[in-house]
């Protein structure tokens, strides 16, 4: 029987959180085959998926395991990979989004359990149900958990506390002057105005 985890998001922007549950997830299901799932929509926020995928990326994600999609929490173009009869599928979430919609463990008019269901033990294959974990929410920068923090906050830091969020976002680029250099400009082009494609890494 395969796993297949999936990390569902925004990621506007990818930061050390979205990492932590990348990892986090890899312990948890040892094994599996883990993606991060995001759609190219920029009708509310303003990073489009090219950039999320460069900054994740950065970050240490491999561009195989972040993928973009229509839909996270009906990703398609992961899951039709897969033998739905001999695959679990597990949707992982940070504990500050436990409230969030869509939450698993909901009943059917007919009594019937619903198919997003609590992760747990003996869980069946996504030919009958899908499942949701949470795994704890990690603080990066100051005190942030969110993207949603980042984006409010990066117009009013100054360079030096932009440069030292980037270097806490993606530390494996804190000592690469030039690229940590490239990446402020890069989120400050997204979250400024419209993206200049030859300013991708």
């Known amino acids: 029987m395969k796993t297949v ?7 506007h922007p990818f930061h050390q959180g979205h990492l932590a549950l990348y990892n986090q997830a890899k312990k948890r299901y040892p094994g599996a085959d883990v993606y991060l799932a995001a759609t190219d929509v920029q009708t509310e926020r303003p990073f489009p998926f090219r950039v999320k995928q460069s900054l994740a990326k950065l970050a240490g994600i491999p561009n195989s395991e972040f993928v973009q999609v229509k839909s996270p929490f009906a990703p398609r173009e992961i899951l039709s990979k897969y033998n739905p009869d001999d695959t679990v599928v597990v949707f992982v979430r940070s504990d500050k989004d436990r409230d969030q919609s869509p939450k698993p463990g909901y009943t059917k008019k007919d009594g019937s359990p619903g198919y997003l269901q609590p992760a747990g033990k003996d869980m ?12 704890p929410t990690v603080t990066f920068g100051a ?16 360079d030096q506390q932009r440069r030292e969020l980037v270097a806490t ?10 690229l940590l250099d490239k990446t402020i400009d890069l989120l400050s082009s997204v979250l400024g105005e419209s993206v200049n494609e030859a300013t991708l890494i």
Do not use: C, E
Not at 124 to 135: G, I
């Open 169 to 178: 976002l993606y530390p494996k680029i804190s000592n690469n002057n030039a």
């Open 5 to 11: 985890v999936i990390i569902p998001g925004g990621y």
């Open 143 to 158: 005190d942030m958990t969110s993207a949603t923090q980042i984006r409010q906050g990066w117009p009013d830091m100054n």
């Open 124 to 135: 069946k294959t996504m030919s009958q149900f899908a499942y949701m974990d949470y795994v």
